[in-house]
């Protein structure tokens, strides 16, 4: 078996992520770009570098026993651990982070602040971004598995610095958080069956 690539993977955010006015406002500026991105969807996913999900774990139920096993056999008192009632979506932080490259006059990071706006707003009634797709490829580049983070909320963008003393491009970073109520995974071969 080959070592994983940590670079086998795709992830973009929904096509409607950004609402039309958003996208409206940096229209004229995306289209001066020489690269053949036509909409802001496009330019926020194109800058993904990463995707970070929280470690899944659980802490465990100590009972003390009395003695007595379940089949009232006489044995040494202790503690035995059990899992917890809890359901699986409560294993982890149901958090995802994407990592964003931070573009020229940091349009990315303005174009997703907006958003974050926008979605925050009285007049937006939908509570839920549409659903964030994560794939994962094999070492041949075949799709191996989907991951599909429901009902999203978009929950955080890191802080941006402006400094008079960083006068070089730099490659730079910032992130942005959404929470999940649900996640499934899927192979290609459900997906097929589902499809059909």
Known sequence: MLSNRNDL???????????????????????????????????????????????????????????????????????????????????????????????????NYWILLDTFFKYYSHENANPFVQDIIHTIFDSEGNNLIKIIYKDCVFTGLSELTSSYAETMPDFKTFTIDFTFNTFETKTIEELQTFIK
């Open 9 to 107: 993977f795709r992830i973009d955010l929904p096509i409607h992520f950004i609402p039309e006015d958003v996208s409206n406002k940096y229209k004229d500026y995306i289209k001066r770009l020489p690269l053949q991105i036509t909409s802001a969807i496009d330019l926020v996913n194109y800058s993904i570098q990463s995707l970070t999900i929280p470690a899944f774990s659980f802490e465990p139920v100590e009972q003390w026993s009395s003695g007595l096993d379940n089949m009232k056999t006489p044995k040494k008192g202790g503690s035995r651990f059990y899992r917890p009632a809890v359901n699986v979506s409560g294993l982890s932080e149901r958090k995802i982070t994407l990592t964003l490259q931070l573009l020229d006059g940091c349009i």
